[in-house]
């Protein structure tokens, strides 16, 4: 068995016949509607994602502008899971119109 193979027999038996394939042109309008299909496929995919449940928390506040005077109760609601943020967001919500502002629970909803 004759075992010196030159460099182009070894690359044959490994990856097989090494001719090029034929060059197609290519035209440049088949790149461009290529890419249009590609954009609007992407675009497509982006509008089916839709959100099925948001998680939603109702936060009760008390408010007044007067100390210890008459006292308003508001409801909040909050796109968060989070406690914290729906507190702090329901606060700072009510401390435009009001300036004593008093938390009184978080539900979820």
Same mark, same amino acid.
């Given at each position: 068995m004759n075992t010196d193979l030159t460099e182009e027999e070894m690359r044959r038996a490994l990856f097989g016949p090494t001719e090029p394939p034929a060059p197609t042109p290519k035209s440049h309008q088949q790149d461009i509607v290529q890419e249009a299909v590609a954009v609007q496929a992407i675009k497509a995919?982006?509008?089916k994602v839709s959100k099925g449940f948001t998680p939603r928390l109702k936060v009760t506040l008390r408010v007044s502008? &007067?100390? &210890?005077g008459k006292t308003f &109760?508001?409801?909040? &609601?909050a796109d968060t899971l989070s406690t914290l943020l729906a507190e702090q967001e329901a606060t700072?919500?009510?401390r435009k119109k009001f300036m004593y502002v008093e938390v009184i629970s978080v539900k979820s909803m």
């Amino acid at each position: 068995m004759n075992t010196d193979l030159t460099e182009e027999e070894m690359r044959r038996a490994l990856f097989g016949p090494t001719e090029p394939p034929a060059p197609t042109p290519k035209s440049h309008q088949q790149d461009i509607v290529q890419e249009a299909v590609a954009v609007q496929a992407i675009k497509a995919a982006k509008k089916k994602v839709s959100k099925g449940f948001t998680p939603r928390l109702k936060v009760t506040l008390r408010v007044s502008n &007067e100390f &210890e005077g008459k006292t308003f &109760e508001i409801v909040h &609601e909050a796109d968060t899971l989070s406690t914290l943020l729906a507190e702090q967001e329901a606060t700072k919500t009510a401390r435009k119109k009001f300036m004593y502002v008093e938390v009184i629970s978080v539900k979820s909803m």
